[in-house]
């Protein structure tokens, strides 16, 4: 049928689910409804946002605590760590 290889394959794939229609007109309706309500959950995907994306947009921005640098060395005890100078904290 001409009508049904013309059809989007996400389409096809619910159609495929169920029993073909016997008619053409059948056919047509059952495609447009399956048509219209993966528009609308596509629809709904994007409101509701791409966590993914805000995860990628996160990991990217610059902002992450580890960003594969090693850490300066410190200016203090010639670079070699040792006690904490506590006497330098004013209560």
Known sequence: MLYYQGLNSDVKDELSRDEKPDT???LAEK?????KRQ???RQERKREGNPQKIVLKYLYSGNNANQGKKRDLAIYNDGKPGP???STIEA
């Open 39 to 41: 528009f609308q959950r």
């Open 84 to 86: 904490m100078d506590l």
């Open 31 to 35: 495609a447009t409804r399956i048509d």
């Open 24 to 26: 053409l007109d059948k």
